[in-house]
């Protein structure tokens, strides 16, 4: 059934992700008298206007995790492919903290700079938060389904 809870979890995962998709994720503060720099999912915004592609991997991954949780909310009939779907976007919002990470303790030092995080920091954590009630929702479901089948 396509009304679970699991569903409207797995929505608000995916809107989180878009959320975060589109809005800034840190902030690059000189340790000089130089300009800051914006971070996106997708590059870093230098002061001068000019754009450095450093950090796209952020951008891919909260791209690839899109379409993964649609395929999870549409693949409700099949309630064991859904949490292995679940579980897929749970690693890749893992992945997304480990290039931040990257980012933070690779480039900062490029830029002598030190990265300040913004709010959407947090969203993918929150998403992974998302994704673990559904797949939780969806593995009670599957036990559901299997002790009514043990009565018949």
């Known amino acids: 059934m396509i009304q679970r809870k699991q569903t409207i979890f797995l929505l608000i995962a995916l809107v989180l992700n878009i959320v975060c998709l589109c809005l800034p994720v840190g902030r ?3 340790q000089t008298m130089g300009a800051d720099a914006t971070l996106t999912n997708l590059w870093i915004r230098m ?7 450093s950090a796209w ?7 690839l995790s899109c379409p993964i949780t649609i395929w999870a909310i549409i693949s409700y009939k099949n309630r064991l492919f859904q949490a292995r ?4 976007c749970m690693l890749l919002m893992v992945f997304w903290y480990i290039g931040y990470s990257i980012v933070k ?3 900062a030092p490029d830029l002598n700079a030190e990265l300040v995080m913004a709010w ?13 009630l559904a797949r939780r929702g969806i593995m009670a479901d599957e036990k559901l389904v299997r002790s009514m089948d043990r009565i018949r």
């Open 28 to 30: 690059f503060v000189s």
């Open 47 to 53: 002061s001068d206007g000019s754009l450095q592609f």
């Open 57 to 63: 991997y952020l951008f891919a991954i909260l791209l």
């Open 85 to 88: 779907l679940c579980l897929c």
């Open 105 to 107: 303790f690779w480039t």
């Open 120 to 132: 959407t920091y947090f969203l993918p954590f929150v998403s992974l938060v998302f994704y673990f």
